[in-house]
């Protein structure tokens, strides 16, 4: 059982995140775009990141790799 103390302020829901706007743009913030729209654009790119790009995933293989030219098995005769 959930004690009063135990439930966030927002009653337990994920953050609101915010639209993002123009003037949350790097681009708007350095004097860069040279876009009049009444939204973002598809350049949009965060302030906050400095044009840094978003962590990707790692590729992990599940299995050693084969150094064969022909990875499934071949039948045998």
Same mark, same amino acid.
């Given at each position: ?18 639209? $993002?706007?123009?003037?949350?743009? /790097? ?12 939204? !973002?654009? *598809? &350049? ?8 840094? $790009?978003?962590?990707?995933?790692? /590729? ?12 499934? !098995?071949? *039948? &045998?005769?």
């Amino acid at each position: 059982m959930a004690l009063a103390r135990d439930v966030p302020p927002n009653g337990g829901k994920l953050p609101k995140t915010r639209k $993002p706007s123009c003037d949350d743009c /790097f681009f708007k913030q350095n004097h860069l775009c040279a876009l009049k729209l009444d939204g !973002p654009c *598809p &350049t949009f790119r965060p302030a906050d990141r400095n044009l840094a $790009p978003e962590r990707q995933l790692a /590729f992990v293989f599940r299995s050693e790799r084969t150094t064969a030219a022909y990875a499934f !098995p071949q *039948p &045998t005769a």
